[in-house]
């Protein structure tokens, strides 16, 4: 049966019997080349996809999934989340109606490349870091690409499929230069193998880390902070998103509980989501409950507008929802962004400071509940508007709810980063934080 | 699971591009979990996973890839995206050695569940995490309580070139209790998670309320724990799950995955005394209706009871097919692994320090100060040194060889062949405990065991 028949049949029992079901079917190709010492040293090649359902039964919902999709798979599933949904105590669950939202391709020929090439993307990035005498070590080299198909159905007339993907190279290494070590690791995304450029992305890597070797202890003190994209978006991606996520508003967990229309950040802070950007590597056509994409401003030149809601949320919240429904075929209803983004600015001008290059132990540091974060990062030192020198063993800590009020300037390029979801950041300069060093 | 002319099609296709050796993993899983937090039903889930994993080795190097599209153009599909990704990388065998002539092996039914999940409805799953609840509820601190039953029914076939042909049936339930006292001075845990290859006769081996009353008085004696010294001093370890030290600090070191690469302390030393005379260290994947225990491993071969360490001298080590293509030793049906997405890693299944003879009052006698670390929770090991830290989920001061009053926050600290080197006495109480073991080939059930022994020292991180 194919995923289009496995909803259909699913869609067609589940009316039989009364039941009000959605239907989210998955399936994911992922093809990775790991090169090491100048040879291919693992292949991986998966594809895996299932069928998610949830029900509503009096009010009460309840979820199944499976991978296989013959009639008896389909069968149990259907009582699996039947008898799941009666066991269950909250009632007012409900699906949410819809239409044919149609089929889209957002990924076309992109991955179609002869597998040799993709090979040699993966040892030419190898091989051009080896070339620079300072890389000590390349600990990891991988080029990576990832397929995927969505199609989603429902009792209420949600009808709709698309198909999305990425191409990745990605590489950890180790420089050196005396005595001095840094580890770091590059990356490059695109929707195209023919984006990619194993030599750029190389370049890159010995720029980003290059520039890190002697870094010398930072003494402890206050000091204006210009964050690079990468490591502002891996911020915002985590401490951002878990305060606008409408779930964790309801369960009491977000510090911007009832505070939309207020001010919440620096008046030239514009935070987006716009699943519906030609080129964004997370966009999609709907969300997975069927709601049909479009831009969302959360915060608009400092004023929070609104959370990001699914139909569940923005219902006990009585809002407009913002079509920010997520779901793997495996779980339960979420929320999660499309492309996330600050808005660029007029460019940032450096005086004196700290360039935070990269931020590191997020998931231990960054306590999104009370917005608190005291994180390891690598960084550069900002004398007389120049670079003077790098710097390092330092921690840099503060609120991010009070950061956002204090953001002074906004770089004027945009850069995205995949590490904690889709999101882009321009360079972002901070009025003052506190770091901890020698 | 698959047609026999099918399999055999799709491991010929595989070594057509010159591998030694095909193997086609399948699996076939139905999950259910279920979990109540007070008295409500937060989470109820089912899923059915099916898949299949295909592993070529060209010497020993390995290719894999797994996919869940079983039809025949599914997996033949696999079988030649694998080949064209290796390339012709050796002498194309277009007949293919053995591969036809399967030797089928079925599973006998040993850990076979005795109630099995269909016997009874999900009301009945849900009363018996309530009565769970109720159990843990033993004083006015107990501020919330969580349950967890978790249902694990897994079909598996393994079919290689060389005609291995094994099916398996495995059958796992487990019962999970986080109690949580809270009074002016803060809020602890008490846990409780016993977990058998048997059915919904689980909550007959562990009545549900006795679990919850367990968990619920690990967590009051937790509440008036005080903060652990900190020191080096003797300890004597609980049986049960306190075996999850020697899981991690010596268990690890004896996987081929490490030892192959002579990234582990141990490597190289079979035949060597390794620890002290009263230690047995055993890996036993047959013991009957143990969470760890499997008829098959995931490479098709029989599990079996693996000696590791007798009376202090290291015998054998935990060997999977890549292992021992690496190492010359002999394979143990250690072959593990998490599920299709993952190729198999040596790994282990249940294992402990044999018991002992001393009886368990006198390993306190003549410890004129020390620390009775009576259960046991999560910590690290890193296997290149065998560096380890473990937390005490329950901890006592031991004071003139009387069990004195309880303490909480403690570590232990230390390198395990260090520390079994120093366990001076061994108990004869031997008991199991059931965890979750995460590694190179994912997430495993393992029963970790001992009965209680004496550690003449060991470092304890503590507050105080």
Not at chain 1, 32 to 52: N, R, S, Y
Not at chain 1, 185 to 207: C, I, V
Not at chain 1, 293 to 307: D, M, S, W
Not at chain 2, 325 to 352: C, E, I, K, V, W
Request: aromatic share 6%; with cysteine.
């Amino acid at each position: 049966m194919t995923f289009e028949e496995a909803r259909d049949y699913l869609l067609q029992k589940a009316r039989a019997l009364g039941l009000e079901a959605e239907v989210l079917a998955t399936h994911t190709r992922e093809l990775t080349i790991q090169a090491h010492g100048g040879k291919v040293e693992e292949i991986t090649q998966a594809a895996q996809g299932g069928v998610g359902v949830r029900v509503v039964v009096e009010g009460k919902t309840g979820y199944a999934y499976t991978e296989e999709r013959t009639p008896a798979a389909l069968d149990w599933v259907l009582q699996e989340a039947h008898e799941n949904a009666l066991l269950q105590s909250e009632t007012g669950g409900f699906l949410p109606a819809g239409g044919t939202l149609g089929q889209h391709d957002l990924l076309g020929e992109g991955l179609s490349a002869p597998l040799e090439q993709k090979r040699q993307a993966a040892l030419s990035l190898e091989a051009s870091l080896r070339a620079d005498p300072r890389v000590r070590q390349v600990q990891m080299t991988r080029y990576s690409e990832n397929e995927t198909q969505a199609t989603l159905g429902s009792t209420q007339g949600v009808s709709g499929a698309f198909r999305n993907g990425y191409a990745l190279l990605l590489t950890s290494a180790v420089m050196g230069e005396g005595s001095s070590l840094k580890q770091g690791y590059e990356f490059d995304l695109a929707k195209e193998f023919h984006a990619l450029e194993p030599g750029r992305t190389a370049q890159q890597f010995l720029h980003h880390t290059g520039r890190l070797l002697g870094a010398r202890p930072l003494k402890t003190g206050r000091y204006k902070a210009y964050f690079e994209p990468k490591a502002f978006a891996q911020l915002l991606g985590m401490m951002g998103w878990f305060l606008l996520s409408a779930k964790n508003v309801l369960e009491g967990k977000s510090l911007l509980a009832g505070r939309v229309g207020q001010k919440i950040a620096s008046e030239i802070f514009t935070l987006v989501d716009d699943p519906t950007l030609p080129d964004g590597l997370a966009s999609r056509p709907f969300d997975a409950e069927g709601t049909a994409a479009r831009r969302t401003v959360f915060i608009e030149k400092g004023i929070l507008r609104t959370f990001a809601h699914n139909s569940e949320t923005a219902r006990k919240m009585g809002v407009e929802n913002t079509g920010h429904a997520a779901r793997s075929y495996k779980g339960v209803l979420g929320i999660a962004p499309s492309n996330l983004f600050v808005e660029p600015g007029a460019g940032v001008q450096m005086d004196s400071g700290i360039v935070v290059t990269d931020l590191m132990g997020l998931h231990a540091g960054a306590n999104p509940i009370s917005g608190e974060f005291s994180l390891q990062a690598l960084g550069l030192k900002v004398e007389g508007g120049e670079v003077a020198y790098p710097v390092e063993n330092f921690t840099v800590a503060g609120n991010f709810l009070e950061l956002l009020t204090r953001i002074t300037a906004l770089g004027s390029e945009l850069e995205w980063n995949p590490m904690m979801g889709i999101v882009g950041s321009p360079m972002v300069e901070v009025a003052e934080l506190s770091f901890a060093g020698a | 699971m698959l047609d026999e002319a099918l399999v055999g099609d799709v491991l010929r296709r595989a070594r057509q591009g010159g591998a030694d050796f095909a193997e086609l993993y399948v699996e076939r899983w139905r999950r259910r979990a279920l979990r109540v937090l007070s008295g409500e039903v937060k989470e109820a889930t089912s899923g059915l996973e099916y898949g299949a994993g295909l592993r070529l080795f060209y010497g020993t190097e390995v290719v894999y890839a797994y996919t869940n599209d079983l039809s025949p153009q599914g997996l033949l599909e696999v079988a030649e995206t694998l080949v064209q990704l290796k390339g012709q990388a050796g002498q194309v065998d277009a007949l293919g050695r053995g591969g036809l002539d399967f030797r089928k092996a079925v599973a006998q039914g040993l850990h076979a569940p005795q109630v099995p999940f269909t016997a009874k409805d999900k009301r009945y799953r849900l009363e018996r995490l309530r009565e769970a609840e109720a159990g843990a509820s033993v004083g006015p601190q107990i501020k919330q309580v969580q349950t967890n039953l978790m249902e694990w029914e897994q079909e598996v076939l393994v079919a290689t070139s060389e005609g291995t042909w094994a099916e398996d049936r495995r059958v796992r339930t487990r019962l999970y209790v986080t109690a949580i006292a809270q009074d002016e001075n803060g809020m602890q845990t008490g846990v409780m998670g016993p977990g058998l290859s048997v059915g919904l006769e689980l909550f007959d081996r562990y009545p549900p309320a006795e679990v919850g009353r367990r968990a619920g008085l690990q967590a009051l004696t937790n509440l008036r724990a005080k903060p652990a010294p900190a020191g080096t001093m003797p300890v004597v370890i609980g049986n049960g799950f306190g075996g999850v030290i020697f899981h991690e600090a010596l268990g690890h070191l004896l996987e081929t995955t490490s030892v192959a690469k002579k990234a582990s302390v141990l490597s190289d030393k079979l035949g060597e005394k390794v620890a002290s005379d009263c230690v047995t260290y055993i890996d036993d994947g047959t013991t009957p209706h143990g969470w760890g225990s499997q008829e098959f491993d995931d490479e098709g071969r029989p599990t079996e009871r693996t000696v590791l360490i007798e009376n202090g001298v290291l015998k054998s080590y935990m060997v999977d097919r890549l292992g021992s293509l690496l190492t010359g030793y002999r394979p143990t049906g250690s072959g593990r692994r998490q599920d299709y997405t993952f190729a198999p890693t040596s790994r282990m299944r249940n294992t402990f320090i044999a018991p002992g003879t001393t009886p368990k009052e006198k390993l306190f006698e003549g410890i004129e100060y020390g620390l009775y670390a009576a259960d046991m929770g999560g910590g690290q090991v890193r296997p290149g040194s065998g560096e380890y830290n473990f937390a005490v989920k329950e901890g006592y001061i031991i004071r003139r060889g009387r069990i004195e009053e309880p303490v909480r926050g403690a570590m232990l600290v230390g390198k395990g062949p260090e520390s079994i080197q120093k366990i001076v006495a061994v108990s004869d109480d031997l008991e199991m405990g059931p965890g979750m073991c995460g590694s190179l080939s994912g997430s495993l059930p393992v029963e970790v065991g001992q009965p209680h022994l004496l550690i003449s020292e060991i470092v304890v991180g503590g507050q105080a």
